[in-house]
Nanobody
Framework: VQLQASGGGLVQAGGSLRLSCAAS????????MAWFRQAPGKEREFVAY????????YYSDSVKGRFTISRDNTKNMVYLQMNGLKPEDTAVYYC????????????????WGQGTLVTVSS
């Protein structure tokens, strides 16, 4: 699976952005998908996960209630709708694919996109 993230940019605090992740390959629906982010000087951290069929989602406490992950298996796409953005959300955002049970750790993910930069100004 090859992943291509897009949709990042510069936004003011309180604003919204929608990230997209396009996946290649016919086995996309076989993978759980997630978004991670990495701020300058910090480790990559889990943001949100969606199960293979899209029926289950899971969020980090820092984004719960503000971000929404979704997927469209007919288009091989995963999305991250980000509302109420804060300066601390500034980071490079990565989409990733997994078939593991533990879904919040980077080591569980087999495939990664190249990242898209989100900058939130105060």
């Amino acid at each position: 699976v090859q992943l291509q993230a897009s949709g990042g940019g510069l936004v003011q605090a309180g604003g919204s952005l929608r990230l997209s992740c396009a996946a290649s390959g016919r086995t996309f629906s076989s993978y759980g998908m997630a978004w991670f982010r990495q701020a300058p000087g910090k480790e990559r951290e889990f943001v949100a996960y969606i199960s293979r069929g899209g029926s289950s989602t899971y969020y980090s406490d820092s984004v719960k209630g503000r971000f929404t992950i979704s997927r469209d298996n007919t288009k091989n796409m995963v999305y991250l709708q980000m509302n109420g953005l804060k300066p601390e959300d500034t980071a490079v955002y990565y989409c990733a694919a997994t078939n593991a049970v533990i879904i919040t750790t980077t080591s569980s993910y087999l495939y990664w996109g190249q990242g898209t930069l989100v900058t939130v100004s105060s």
